[in-house]
């Protein structure tokens, strides 16, 4: 579902920043990707993401090569990837309930399905309730919240998250977490960026590390 063939990623002249790497992910996994800051967590996330190209390799993602997908193919391809980057990207001038039906808008559904759709994206993230608030009105951990509903009203079929639970407490970053880890559990591969060992302790079954350039594809937490 997800493969890197021998990826390198550099920016402009610069050193590399991701050096031969090498992995599978299959259908249904749930792997973390690990390393202290500045590593390349988020480029590894971003090269799947298809918001960065590789500089050399192969980067698949269901079944697509990235690099020879013509710039029209490439946005349908993106559909089927939620992304939850650092900056959760909301919009100030619409509710949070607007902010979860904008991913629709591009997928023809007629407004009273793309609604319902909407509303239980919302409740699944436990945010029923607040569809009129202003995002700028909800508290770190809601906002982070309603970039999952944003990233899973489309149903994607791959969720990729870059340090969700950075900046929240413990029980909110739990909250998070079992989030993902439901969308998991009815088939949806997830991919997050994190540098919380006590989260990964929890949930990971599978880390892919990288540190000083080096890569490991570890089973289970980096000890
Ligand atoms: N667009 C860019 N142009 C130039 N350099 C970049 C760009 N994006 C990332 N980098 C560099 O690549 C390296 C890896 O950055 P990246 O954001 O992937 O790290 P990270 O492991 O996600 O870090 P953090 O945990 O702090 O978010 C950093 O040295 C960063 O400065």
Do not use: C
């Amino acid at each position: 579902m997800i493969e890197f063939q021998h990826v390198f990623k550099s920016f402009g002249r610069g050193r590399n920043i991701l050096a031969d790497v090498n992995f599978g992910i299959e259908p249904g996994e749930f792997v973390f990707v690990s390393g202290p800051s500045g590593a390349g967590k988020s480029t590894l996330l971003k090269l799947v993401g298809g918001l960065e190209p590789a500089s050399r390799g192969a980067v698949t993602v269901n079944g697509h090569r990235l690099d020879r997908l013509s710039a029209r193919t490439l946005p349908y391809l993106r559909r089927t990837v939620g992304l939850i980057l650092q900056d959760a990207h909301l919009l100030f001038d619409r509710n949070a309930f607007d902010n979860v039906m904008l991913p629709l808008a591009v997928l023809g559904l007629d407004r009273a399905t793309a609604a319902t759709r909407a509303r239980a994206a919302m409740e699944k993230v436990g945010l029923r309730g607040k569809e009129d608030l202003s995002p700028i009105e909800l508290s770190g951990g809601e906002q982070q919240r309603l970039a999952i509903a944003r990233a899973i009203v489309g149903r994607p079929a791959i969720l990729i998250a870059d340090e969700p639970t950075a900046n929240l407490d413990h029980d909110s970053a739990t909250r998070i977490m079992d989030v993902f880890r439901d969308f998991n559990r009815v088939g949806v591969t997830t991919l997050i960026a994190s540098h919380d060992t006590a989260l990964m302790t929890r949930y990971a079954r599978r880390t892919l590390r990288i540190d000083a350039g080096r890569f490991e594809d570890i089973a289970g937490v980096p000890a």
